[in-house]
């Protein structure tokens, strides 16, 4: 089955140092990897997502990921970090069933950022 | 502006009573999804819906219901059958019931039983 380790509960940096965060999964074949990012008491923001092609993707707010295949990884990085990247940190994967659109998500990564 | 609105955003009941989350998109979306959400668990898959008045039990449906009459509406009724109910529910949808279609969520609703 299909499962996704965020192996890191809290991460705490410091303003405008660099972010990594860890992503392991298990699957079968080539999975679709998505990032998503939430705020207290708020829904998730998808971040970015891979889905073929260049394993070093974009996304929004300054992220990236990188897919390694070697490693099953997809871990989230961020040169720089600001005061509001403060929030927890969700990495997902296709469930791998047909054609359901269902996500497994990883534990998640509290990330504080200190001033 | 498109979006998902979940009601109410907290919600209190007692012990043994049903309780209807509602969610709402103006997406047009095809899919929609319930998922739980509880501190260190992650999300967690209760229902989903590819399409109109059709939908499946995802990992821990047991103590929930759902319905899909319109095409915009998912809510889920969290019964008296579910043990442990209290906990953090969010709604999202994606254009389409397939891997590569990221989900939309919701601001979600906190659910308290006392």
């Known amino acids: 089955a299909q499962s996704v380790t965020q192996p890191d509960i809290h991460i705490t940096v410091s303003e405008g140092a660099s972010l990594e965060l860890r992503c392991n999964y298990s699957?079968?074949?080539?999975?679709?990897l998505f990032w998503y990012v939430q705020s207290p008491g708020q829904g998730l923001q998808l971040l970015l997502k891979?889905?073929?092609?260049?394993?070093l993707v974009q996304g929004i707010k300054g992220f990236e990921a990188e897919f390694k295949r070697s490693q099953s990884s997809f871990n989230l990085r961020k040169p720089s970090v600001h005061w509001s990247d403060a929030a927890e940190y969700f990495c997902?994967?296709?469930?791998?069933?047909?054609?359901?659109?269902?996500?497994?998500f990883g534990q998640g990564t509290t990330l504080q950022v200190k001033p | 502006d498109g979006g998902i609105t979940q009601s109410p955003k907290y919600l209190f009941r007692k012990e043994g009573q049903n309780v209807t989350l509602s969610c709402e998109q103006n997406?047009?979306?095809?899919?929609m999804y319930w998922y739980r959400q509880d501190p260190g668990q992650g999300l967690r898959l209760i229902y989903y819906?590819?399409?109109?008045?059709?939908?499946q039990k995802g990992d821990i449906a047991e103590g929930y219901s759902v319905s899909r009459e319109k095409k915009e509406s998912f809510p889920l009724t969290v019964t008296s059958a579910q043990k442990n109910p209290t906990a953090f529910y969010l709604c999202?949808?994606?254009?389409?019931?397939?891997?590569?279609?990221?989900?939309?969520f919701g601001n979600g609703t906190r659910l308290t039983v006392t």
């Open positions: 999202a949808s994606s254009i389409r019931p397939q891997g590569n279609s990221p989900l939309h």
């Open positions: 699957y079968g074949a080539t999975p679709y």
């Open positions: 891979y889905f073929s092609g260049d394993t």
């Open positions: 997902a994967v296709d469930h791998g069933s047909g054609n359901t659109g269902k996500l497994i």
């Open positions: 997406l047009n979306h095809d899919a």
């Open positions: 819906s590819q399409i109109v008045n059709d939908f």
